[in-house]
C-alpha cells in the first residue's frame, strides 16, 4: 500500500516549514533512513528521512515550497511497481500545502487534546470539603490505654523508635554520617550498631547526594531506609534526589514505584551556628507533592510519629531540632504506640484565641499562652505535628470557637507555612474570623553569629503574646 | 518517515570548536580503540538472529517514534537511541534473569530489550492511558517493575546513584542480583556519579556502570566537556575496574558485559564499561546536530552500523537467507505498526488521574 510522506513537526511547538529541496526525485528507490528531503523552519534546517523503503512514486509538494502545514501529504512512496493513483495524489485537497490534510487532522487533535481533561478536574485547593462545622482531631486516646508512662528525651524516643521498628521489620536500615562507630553525631543512633550490626547501620562517607540516591534506589527497590542528614541544611546537597527522585517517582511511574523512605535529622536554629546551619526547611518540603513532612515537638510524638514514617509507604521528611534532643516529655511504654500522621493535636485547650505552631515554635506558643493566662486571656494551642499533609480541619474548628488566631514558625515569613495556615483559614472560615490572622515568623535575613543578633532574629514569647493579644483587640 | 538533524543556515558553532570534535572522531572512531574481531566471541546462529531481531526492533520502532514526533502524536521531549542497539542488546544477553536495568532519558531501547511490550512503551509517548505510567510519565520516565526496569529518568546523572542503590538493596538482600546503570558521557561528568562509584566499590556493590560514549553530550563533543575522555578509567582512583567497548559490535558488548557482570556478581564489586557508540539522530527530536558533520554520520551508519554488521554476518557466514531476514523484518514492523496503531487510538488517562498516585495508602496496624 502506498505511503504518505507527511510534512514533520520538529518541534512542539511548530505549525508549519519551507519545503526547502528535495534531495531524491520521483523514481528513486529509498530505504529507511535515507535523507529524502530538507526542510527549514524559523530556526534551523532539518532533514527528513523514510522510514519505509520503496520508491519514491511522486513528489506532492516541490522544492521551495513556502508555509507548509505540519502533515500536509509531501510526497509518496509505494513498493516496487505498486498503483499509486489510491493515495494522497487522487486527492486535489492532500496535495495544496496551504490546506491542513484531513487524514492528518484526527491525530492533531487528539495531540491537543491532553489539556481538555484538566479542565473538568476538581479544584486543587480542599477548602470546599471542610464543613461548615469543623471537627478537631481528638488526640487524647494516643496513648495506649494502661501503659506506664516514663519520662524520656526526645534523643531517646528518637533512638528507640528506630530500634523498634529495625527489630520488627528486616528491610529497615539506617544510613549517614557518624551514624554506627560514632554513635550519631547527636548520638541519636546510639547503641544501633551494636544490636543490629554494620549491615543495617551504615556509616557514609561525607556525600550527601550520592547516598541519598542510593537510599531512595534502595527504596525503589522494595527497602525501607532511614537516611540521616547530620542536619538538613546538608540535605540542599541532596535535595535533587529528595524532589525528583523520591517524591514524583511514583507519580510518574503511574503508581508502580513506591518509596518507602525516611530523611530525618535536625532542622531549623540551634545555637550560634550562623545562617549556614541554621535554615528552617519546614517551608521547602512541605510545598512539594509527593512528599509527607513531619515536624514533631514532643518526645512521645517524635518516637510515636517516626514509627509511623518508617511504616508509611511513602517518603517522609522528618525534621527535628537540635535544641529539642535533651528535652524530657512523658512517653507511653511499649513498641506499639504510634501517632498518626496527618493529624495536629490540640495541647492545650481555650476559648479566646487559637495559637497554632509546630517543632520548637510549639515552646513559644505554650510559653505565651501561659503568659496570656496571667492576663486573662484564654488560648488554645494546636501543635500541627505535620506540616504536609495538613490537619487544617482542626485549626478551623478552633478558630471557629476563638474566632482569632496566630500562627508561629521559626521559618522566614515569605511563602512560610504560616502563610500556608493564614490562606486556609480564609478560604475555610474567613466568617468566623474577628480579626485578620497573625503570624509570627523568623526575621526575613540569613540567621547571624552575633548572639544578640541571632536572638533578634528568632521569635519569641513576647512576640507572640503580642501578636495574640493585637487579635484580641487588648 | 522521520526526521533527523544536521547542517543549518543559522551561524554554525566557531569553527575552532568544531575542529577538535571532528580530529577526535576520526581517529578515535567507535571500533577502532576495540579488540579486533578476532579476539571477540563468536555468536551462534541463533544468537546473531536473536541479536538481530531485538536491535531490528528496537531501530523500527524508534523511527516509528521520530515519525510519531513529527505528526504532533508526541510531545515535548523524545530521545532516540537510534546506532546504539548494541550496547543494550548485547548486556542484556550477558544478564540473567532478575538482574535491574535503570538509565537516563534515552530509554526507549533499554525498555525494549527488559521485555517490556511495545504498545506500552508506545503509548506511553502518546500521553495514553496504556502507556507503563498511565500517561503520566512520558517518554523520559516509564518503568516496569515486573521487569525489573527501574526508569526513564529525566535528571541527568541521577540514575547513577539510584542504580547504586538498586545494587546496595541487591547487596543487603544477598540475592546475587546485579545492577546495570546506564548513563552517558555527559552524565559522567556529574558530581554524584563519582560519589556513587566511591561508596560502590567500598561497599563492594554488585553494580556495572554501563557509559554510553555517544560522543556527545547533547550537543558538545566529548573533548569539549570532559578532561579525561577515557571513560574506562574515571573509576580508577576508586580502584573501580574498567574497560572500553567497540559498543557497535553486540558480540563485543556481550562478551564484555559477561565478565563486568561475574565480577559484580562473585562480590568484587563494580565494574565499568565504556561503550564506544554513536547516535545517529540529534540528541532529541529538535536538535539540528549542527555540530558535527554529515560525513561523520554517513560513515558510521556504512563502516559500524549494530545491525547491518549482524545481517551480514547472517548472510555470509551463517548463509541465512534473504528471504529469512525480510520475514524478520515484516514480523517487527508488525509489532511495531500494532504499537503505533495502539497509541494512536488508546484513549487518553481519564480526568481523575490527575489526582492518583500521588502518595501510597500505608498498611493499616
Known sequence: MPIDILMPALSPTMEEGKLAKWLKKEGDQVKAGDIIAEIETDKATMEVEAVDEGVLAKILVPDGSENVAVNTPIGIIAAEGEDVSAAAAADPAKINPAAPAPAAEAPRQEAAAPTAPAEEAPAAGKPASVPAQAKAYDASSEFPAGAEIVSMTVREALRDAMAEEMRRDQDVFVMGEEVAEYQGAYKVTQGLLQEFGAKRVIDTPITEHGFAGIGVGAALSGLKPIVEFMTFNFAMQAIDQIINSAAKTLYMSGGQMGCPIVFRGPNGAAARVAAQHSHDYAAWYSNVPGLKVVMPYSASDAKGLLKSAIRDPNPVIFLENEIMYGKSFDVPKGDDFLVPIGKAKVVRPGADVTIVSFGIGMTHALGAAEALAQEGIDAEVIDLRTIRPMDIETVIASVQKTHRCVAVEEGFPQSGVTAEIGMRIMEAAFDYLDAPVARVTGKDVPMPYAANLEKLALPNVGEVVAAAKAVCYR | ?365
Open chain 2, 1 to 365: 518517515m522521520a526526521v533527523a538533524a544536521r547542517q543549518s543556515k543559522a551561524p554554525a558553532p566557531s569553527k575552532a570548536a568544531a575542529k577538535p570534535a571532528k580530529a577526535r572522531s576520526a581517529k578515535e572512531g567507535a571500533g577502532q580503540a576495540a579488540p579486533a574481531p578476532s579476539n571477540v566471541t563468536p555468536f551462534t546462529k541463533d544468537e546473531d538472529l536473536h541479536a538481530y531481531r531485538e536491535m531490528l526492533l528496537i531501530r523500527r520502532f524508534e523511527e516509528k517514534a521520530g515519525q510519531m514526533y513529527g505528526m504532533g502524536l508526541i510531545g515535548g521531549f523524545c530521545h532516540l537511541y537510534i546506532g546504539q542497539e548494541a550496547v543494550v542488546i548485547g548486556m542484556q544477553m550477558a544478564a540473567k534473569e532478575g538482574d535491574q536495568v535503570i538509565t537516563g532519558y534515552r530509554d526507549h531501547g533499554h525498555m525494549l530489550a527488559c521485555g517490556m511490550e511495545s504498545r506500552g512503551v508506545m503509548a506511553e509517548l502518546t500521553g495514553r492511558r496504556g502507556g507503563y505510567s498511565r500517561g503520566k510519565g512520558g517518554s523520559m520516565h516509564m518503568f516496569s517493575r515486573e521487569k525489573n526496569f527501574f526508569g526513564g529518568h529525566g535528571i541527568v546523572g541521577a540514575q547513577v546513584s539510584l542504580g547504586t542503590g538498586l545494587g546496595f538493596a541487591n547487596w543487603y538482600r544477598g540475592d546475587n542480583t546485579v545492577s546495570m546503570t546506564y548513563f552517558g558521557d555527559g552524565a559522567a561528568n556529574q558530581g554524584q556519579v563519582y560519589e556513587s562509584f566511591n561508596m560502590a566499590e567500598l561497599w563492594k556493590l554488585p553494580v556495572v556502570f554501563v557509559i554510553e560514549n555517544n560522543r556527545y553530550a547533547m550537543g558538545t563533543a566529548v573533548n569539549r566537556a570532559s578532561a579525561q575522555t577515557d571513560f574506562s578509567r574515571r573509576g580508577v582512583s576508586f580502584n573501580i575496574p574498567g574497560e572500553q567497548v567497540d559498543g557497535m559490535d553486540v558480540r563485543a558488548v556481550r562478551e564484555a558485559g559477561q565478565r563486568a557482570i561475574a565480577h559484580a556478581r562473585s562480590g568484587k564489586g563494580p565494574y565499568i564499561l565504556e561503550m564506544q557508540t554513536y547516535r545517529y539522530r540529534g540528541h532529541s527530536m529538535s536538535d539540528p546536530a549542527k555540530y558535527r558533520s554529515k560525513d561523520e554520520v554517513q560513515r558510521m551508519r556504512e563502516e559500524h552500523d549494530p545491525i547491518e554488521q549482524v545481517r551480514a554476518r547472517l548472510i555470509r557466514e551463517f548463509k541465512v537467507a534473504e528471504d529469512e531476514l525480510k520475514a524478520i523484518d515484516a514480523k517487527v514492523r508488525e509489532i511495531v505498526n500494532d504499537a503505533a496503531e495502539f497509541a494512536t487510538h488508546d484513549p487518553e488517562p481519564d480526568a481523575s488521574e490527575l489526582y492518583t498516585d500521588i502518595l501510597l495508602e500505608p498498611a493499616q496496624g
